[in-house]
């Protein structure tokens, strides 16, 4: 169904079948990305974490909602206050700086939406790098590649459509 200017009303996607990403940002975190909106300025991000995962301390530059759905993770800076189990939302404002540490007991999966762009720092605190839907989209492309698995669809913003880059 579309309306009068044939945009689709809604889109829907199966991920059961698409293709994680392995050792995206860090050692241990692999990624599905259902929607990678450049136009927008959001990405949502299906993550899962092997045990002992730590991603690099980064601050946020928009807001950030997640929801865990299997094992647990907290931040480094404020430990037993952050868990997060299944079923836990967490809320991230704009300006948030943190470490995500994930259970070293079992495998740890949340989605993720996230506004605008992650700054990561180092040990040190010095800037390194950032993620945002343009950059993100490039390196679960490129790493999908670079792993032989198929780029699956997903949502690219810009237009209610599908597209694989």
Known sequence: MTTTFDVPLALTMQTNDTPWARDVLAPGLSIQ????????GFLVVNTRFAPGTVLPTHLHTGA???????????????????MNTPGSY??????????????TEEVTE?????HGAFLNYDEDG?????????????????????????????VIGGNCTYGRR
């Open 126 to 154: 010095n800037y390194v790098g950032h993620f945002d839907a343009a950059v993100t989209r490039k390196v679960y492309v490129d790493t999908l590649e670079q792993q032989g698995d198929e780029i699956p669809d997903f």
């Open 33 to 40: 990305l259902p929607v990678a909106d450049i136009e927008g």
């Open 64 to 82: 950030v909602h997640g929801y865990t759905t299997k094992g647990s993770w907290h931040y480094r800076e404020y430990g037993a206050a952050s």
């Open 90 to 103: 967490i809320y991230e404002p704009a300006g948030s700086t943190h470490t995500l540490v994930a259970s």
């Open 110 to 114: 949340a989605l993720f939406i996230i």
